[in-house]
């Protein structure tokens, strides 16, 4: 299937959206709510792009949208600019402390937004652009937080705003969000040592490394792991960096033929997957 891409002739799969061809053509659209790991939402409107196909042009998202046969698509033109810009000055007028929001609206000519209440700078961090909700449900599996509310008081939050049980402390929606709006701390020290999820009421305990002592990890991440990649909890006991170590040692050892390697690699990695994701709070 062919299209056009700013002039250029450029081939794309059936169903394909013109985010993934312009990315694989070095074109670039700025995108805040999407993610490869996850479905498309078009809940950002940052990626729009304008299509013509015979008389007539329309403004679409470019992560959900599948070209046609001979569609003209352009991702710069001035009347794709101006909704860039509406909806960048929105997002400022809601994060205006954001340092991505800031900068993607100066790259627009935008210094402030005209949608300021007046009230002062908001601390608000969270553009809703829902990556976080959807890595929980469609990569981890847990469905731990939706968004909730509506118009400006709409929000990223657990069930009744109180503890997720569902939650296994994984770190996916912080690390997935663009903003910075999610964050934990862990507490080692504790008897208890415990990782808290700040801003989803969520508190989840913390195992020790079986080696090292270190707390890394929920017992629930374990047996997500564990099921996940089908290997014994046991396997997961030692934190990831212990775990490298001690792979490292038993290969240098007995050096594993080529295809053992591969399988033992695979394995490795499938396991350290999830529970690598902790490696930042050491
Ligand atoms: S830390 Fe909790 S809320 Fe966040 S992705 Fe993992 S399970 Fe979901
Ligand atoms: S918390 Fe982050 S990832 Fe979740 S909706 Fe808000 S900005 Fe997006
Ligand atoms: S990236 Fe397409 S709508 Fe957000």
Do not use: W
């Not at 299937?1 to 013109?18: C, H, K, Y």
């Not at 008897?191 to 305990?205: A, D, F, I, N, Y």
């Amino acid at each position: 299937m062919q299209f056009s891409l700013n002039g250029r002739n450029i081939a794309a799969e059936p169903g394909e959206t013109v985010l993934s061809v312009a990315r694989k053509n070095g074109v670039f659209i700025p995108t805040l709510c999407h993610h490869d790991a996850v479905s498309p939402s078009g809940a950002c409107r940052l990626c729009v792009v304008q299509v013509s196909s015979g008389e007539r042009s329309r403004i679409v998202s470019s992560c959900l949208y599948a070209p046609s046969e001979n569609d003209r698509v352009e991702t710069d033109t001035e009347r794709v600019r101006k909704v860039r810009r509406m909806v960048l000055e929105l997002l400022l007028a809601r994060c205006p402390t954001v340092e991505l929001i800031r900068d993607l609206a100066r790259a627009y000519g935008i210094q402030r937004s005209r949608f300021t209440d007046g009230a002062g700078p908001s601390e608000e961090r969270c553009v809703l652009c829902g990556l976080c909700v959807r890595v929980c449900d469609e990569v981890v599996g847990r469905h731990a937080i939706s968004h909730a509310k509506r118009g400006i008081q709409r929000k990223i939050t657990t069930a009744f705003d109180t503890q997720a049980d569902e939650c296994i402390g994984c770190g996916a929606c912080v690390r997935i969000c663009p903003t910075g709006a999610l964050h934990y701390e862990d507490l080692p020290e504790q008897k208890q040592p415990e990782r808290v999820m700040v801003e989803l009421h969520t508190r989840v305990p913390l195992v020790r490394c079986s080696d090292c002592g270190r707390a890394f990890a929920s017992p629930a991440l374990f047996e997500h792991v564990s099921k996940s990649v089908n290997v014994p909890p046991t396997t997961l006991a030692a934190c990831p960096a212990c775990r490298s170590k001690s792979f490292a040692a038993t290969a240098a050892q007995n050096p594993p033929s080529a295809p053992a390697f591969a399988r033992a690699h695979a394995r490795t990695y499938q396991s350290q997957l999830l529970a690598s994701i902790n490696e930042e709070s050491s």
